[in-house]
């Protein structure tokens, strides 16, 4: 006789997650780090997904490495920033160059040009956050090796064209 027994739920992200999607969490003195690696198009969505839990509104600062420029807004109001990220998924997993940061005097999210996502808090509820969203906390990272930046070499205009339209809409300044 066999036994069987309920297969589990299997959500998207454990399915289709790479074997290297996980985190580190650490503290320093009263500020709690997070660095969280995992596919670019993953990273790119685990940000815009945990920007709805920041404050109301926030500062926000943008760098764009291909064309050097970057932008810098206070007190912007979270649902237009959300609605720029959004726009910009699909460009910022598939080419990578931009640095987008929102912060609080709590709480910071960071998207790195290397498409990793960096969260920096005065609480520890990430850690938590992050482990429901089927991450692993590991004790370290696989480090990625980077040469010469890809954005060094591969020109992106549609991408610096729809960060700098983004920046416009956000009515932020260059820093």
């Known amino acids: 006789m066999l036994f069987r027994t309920r297969t589990p739920d299997s959500t998207v992200w454990k399915r289709f997650r790479s074997g ?13 780090e997070a660095k969280v690696v995992a596919n670019a198009e993953r990273v ?3 940000f815009y997904t945990l920007s709805e839990l920041m404050a109301p509104a926030v500062d926000v600062y943008i760098y764009d490495a291909r064309s050097k ?37 709590e709480d910071q999210l960071t998207l790195s040009p290397q498409l990793e996502l960096y969260i920096y808090s005065r609480s ?32 992106a205009p ?18």
């Open 158 to 175: 549609a991408l610096s064209d729809a960060v700098a339209a983004a920046a416009e809409r956000l009515d932020i300044k260059t820093a």
């Open 44 to 46: 790119v969505d685990l």
């Open 20 to 32: 290297q999607d996980g985190f580190t969490f650490t503290r320093t003195g009263d500020v709690y």
């Open 124 to 155: 520890d509820r990430w850690v938590y956050l992050l482990n429901s969203m089927n991450l692993e906390e590991r004790a370290s990272l696989e480090e990625r090796l980077w040469g010469i930046q890809s954005w060094d070499r591969a020109p």
């Open 69 to 105: 420029t970057s932008w810098r807004g206070e007190t912007v109001a979270l649902p237009d920033i959300r609605d720029a990220v959004a726009r910009l998924k699909m460009p910022l997993s598939t080419y990578g160059g931009v640095e987008i940061t929102l912060f609080t005097s």
